[in-house]
């Protein structure tokens, strides 16, 4: 009995916190299938018709389609441009000899970290201008993937660490060169991991709002998080196509989260624990 309230209790704790997280969802998806008159004198209640008209209004008429193709593509992007250099990073700094610099590199990324994003928008917006590609894709795709670069590489370096040095002799044993290791070797092995920080850098692109106000101007080029906050204007509060765009901008977290959340946890624990 009470080695099964032992495991119980965990449980029992969390699902107060899970209500609290889960009750705003809850509310703003109520919310977008209500008319607006339903939404201002029973907030709370279950709608008692469903009304479809605000999401073919955001779909439709006021180009939501657009912006979300718009952040799909430039975090895509990014988060690809990422990926792909921290994996290489990290394999220099774990698997290579470079005395002395892979833990220099390897400190200074761990250093950037620290360094909160907001305290580089001034400097980053003068570099953008001095760079041409103000209010281009350009000019988050290139922040996004200098701001992803030293957490993925940080992952995947911990994991790489815990690759038995066995493998790459036998590599280099069948005539393999460097590049042959990571991608016949290193990178087959580390697919888990790379699909975790892939995910993780996807969603912090998509749901990032103050780059994209700040070096995004023109309407067409805008991601779904700046249009959301736009949408409250533009409507004039209409309340229910503003949730209604708001479920649109969060049913790609939901979707990833639930198929692939043991593939996150799974990816993020890897090298954690060796032998």
């Not at 990290?90 to 610099?101: D, E, H, Y």
């Not at 779904?224 to 204007?233: G, T």
């Not at 409507?235 to 969060?250: D, Q, T």
Request: glycine share 6%.
């Amino acid at each position: 009995m009470k080695k099964a309230l032992g495991k119980a209790f965990p449980h029992l704790v969390l699902i107060p916190y899970v209500l609290v997280v889960i009750f705003p969802l809850y509310f703003i998806l109520i919310s977008s299938l209500k008319s607006n008159d339903q939404i201002m004198m029973k907030p709370w209640s279950w709608p008692s018709e469903f009304v479809m008209t605000h999401y073919t209004s955001a779909l439709s008429s006021n180009h939501i389609g657009v912006y979300f193709f718009n952040s799909l593509y430039i975090s895509t992007v990014s988060t690809l441009g990422s990926v792909i250099l921290a994996t290489c990073i990290a394999f220099a700094v774990t698997r290579m000899r470079f005395p002395g610099l892979s833990k220099l590199v390897y400190g200074l990324l761990l250093i950037s970290l620290l360094i909160p994003p907001a305290s580089l928008l001034i400097p980053l917006y003068i570099m953008v201008n001095d760079l041409g590609i103000y209010n281009t894709p350009l000019a988050l795709i290139i922040p996004y993937m200098s701001f992803g670069i030293p957490l993925t590489v940080f992952i995947v370096a911990a994991f790489l660490k815990s690759v038995p040095a066995e493998l790459e002799e036998a590599g280099i044993m069948d005539g393999l060169s460097v590049f042959g290791l990571l991608f016949k070797i290193f990178i087959p092995i580390s697919l888990p991991t790379l699909v975790t920080v892939f995910i993780i850098n996807f969603l912090g692109h998509w749901n990032e709002y103050i780059l994209a106000n700040l070096f995004l101007s023109t309407q067409t080029l805008r991601t779904l998080p700046v249009a959301v906050v736009s949408f409250a204007d533009k409507f004039n509060m209409n309340y229910g196509a503003l949730c209604a765009s708001i479920m649109i901008s969060v049913l790609p977290v939901i979707i990833i989260f639930t198929f692939l959340q043991r593939q996150i946890i799974e990816g993020v624990t890897a090298g954690s624990v060796k032998g």
